[in-house]
């Protein structure tokens, strides 16, 4: 008790009605607290290891359904050299059938003559000999069997398979089927999206602004930040969504069009002008990595599975490209179809791309090989533009003409007009982790609604 260097409680002195004291309903309080944070804790690992398993589930379910899918193209493409090849065997065939039918013919007529021939001398007819003999003479005139021989000719030829090279080359490069992508954010099927809850809108004009522009490309970053492109001044703007204020702009010796996010905060954006794809780094002054060129007009830009998909006019085409811009291919859109393609969104299976026409006022899915698969179509969907894909795999597109927000199925079977009386919507991005959508418009207000 005289210990002069230790603070002492004498608990007969301190314990006298301390199960009425603040002392002890306060540490209840914070043990009933931290019970709960435990609680919450268990729940959430719960339902982590239930959203693992599901995720493990659908992953096999994709590998394998994307196996098949490679399955069946192969079957569709061997089927097409086989027909290819029975064709030419059958055409073959029938040219050497013909050409034995007029041998055969041929023969018998000269071995007819040559009897004939023998006959009337042995019986001395000599009127029909001579007959005879004038008939063989014109036969023997005749050119059948070397049209026979020439027409032969052309079937002289072997059967061979050559392979395609590039794709024996695929095959052999590393993580050709797909990789397992790791993300932080486990994000699960989302339930049907009902309405949009509008939100405070917002400011994202700048001094340097010399007017009130049409946004028309807008992406979400991965820092939780976006990014807008601003055609008609040649500007991107980097706007933060917890401040909701511009915290970085540049400008550009073009008008960008369209923006896709990419890993790493980088983000590839269409300058139509230039006829040039610029991938630039976002957390990092806006600062260029490299510079793509593309043969035509490239508008509408979209980032899937390691590969950029941009829509490019005359000739109205999807170019498919890699970051690099060093691997690449076209898909061909029917200008029967096609009037004035301009933004572009690609489902979550790679089977189908989604493109905005705002010459035909139509919603429009094709596959990979350029086929159209659906078309969607409303009255109120006037001048469709800027689209963005849901978790469900539904679709939300700006109607610049209309002034509304569309809500479309991915099988663009069904669809309703979700928001009314936009100024000129253009462009369209949503945010994951915020449960966000965020509208461009022609106006110094960002649009925000929630989903719900």
Known sequence: MDHRTCKIDYIPDNCAGIGDSEEYKGTMWLLNQKLKEIDSVMKKATVRDKEIDVCYDNLIQEIVKFRKEINDRLDQ????????????????????????????NVSADMNKLQSNLSSNNQSKQNGQLYINIKQAQSNLKSDEIEKAEETLEKTNMQ????????????????????????????VLPRKKVDKLIEKEDINVRTKSDTCKCRITGCAVLSSNKLVLAYYCISKLKIVDIQSKTVTEEKALDSGPWDIAAMPRDQIAVTLPDNSEVIIIKAASNLSTVHNIPVKS???????????????????YSVLVLDKQGTDWYMISLNNE????????????????????DYGIDCIVSITLQGDVS?????????????????????????????????????????GQKMIDDLPWTRSICYSHHHDEVYIGCKSNQLKNYRLK
Do not use: W
């Not at 179809?337 to 905005?356: A, L, M, N, T």
């Open 77 to 104: 493409l061997q089927k097409q050299i086989e027909k290819e090849a029975d064709r030419k065997k059958s055409d073959d065939k029938q040219v050497i059938k013909k050409a034995l039918q007029t041998c055969t």
């Open 159 to 186: 059967y061979t398979f050559e392979r395609n090279k590039n794709l024996e080359d695929i095959l052999f490069k590393p993580n050709i089927l797909g990789s397992l992508n790791l993300s932080n954010n486990l």
């Open 297 to 315: 007009e490239c508008y509408g830009i979209t980032y899937h599975q390691d590969h950029l998909y941009v829509v490019c006019k005359y000739p």
């Open 337 to 356: 179809i096609f009037k004035y393609p301009e933004y572009i969104v690609v489902s979550k299976d790679s089977r189908h791309i989604y493109i905005s």
């Open 374 to 414: 659906a078309v969607y179509k409303h009255e109120r969907l006037s001048g469709p533009r800027g689209m963005v894909m849901l978790d469900d795999g539904s679709l939300l597109v700006c109607c610049y003409t209309s002034r509304t927000i569309h809500h479309i199925s991915g099988d663009l079977k069904k």
